[in-house]
């Protein structure tokens, strides 16, 4: 036996679900469907970042209604709730290969938010500031 077989971690087995229900429950909240699956880390991970999106679409409402900035991470949070839904449904289906969101491109697209997140903030502060002057 290689060596390399010992240090591979064992294949997971996930429990047969219906992709039907596991994108429902997906739908409810993003995640959900994941950790329905048995695939907590991608639950936790989804389930954070969506309400992260959707608290900073709630907060640019609450504090300047409907303008670019809320627009932006609402469509953000509403595109990110659907993916989630789709990838959960191709998951429970075994069709692994369909997966939009894989480990990486969900890194990447956290590491995206953050950067518009923080342009963003540093646009409105700006015009805040030549605002007060």
Known sequence: ?????????????????????VALISLFWPGAGHGYLGDWGQAISRGIVSFWVLV???VTYA???LGVM???????SFGFWAVTAHDAFQEASNAS???????????????????LLMGTLVIEGLQANAKVR
């Open 97 to 115: 290969d369909k997966v939009i969101l894989r480990g990486k491109y969900l890194v990447y697209l956290v590491v995206g938010i953050l950067f």
């Open 70 to 76: 809320t627009l932006l991470f609402g469509a953000i």
């Open 56 to 58: 900073v679409a709630a």
């Open 1 to 21: 036996m290689p060596f390399a077989d010992l240090l591979r971690p064992p294949a997971v087995v996930r429990p047969n679900r219906e992709p039907n229900m």
């Open 63 to 65: 504090q300047s209604g």
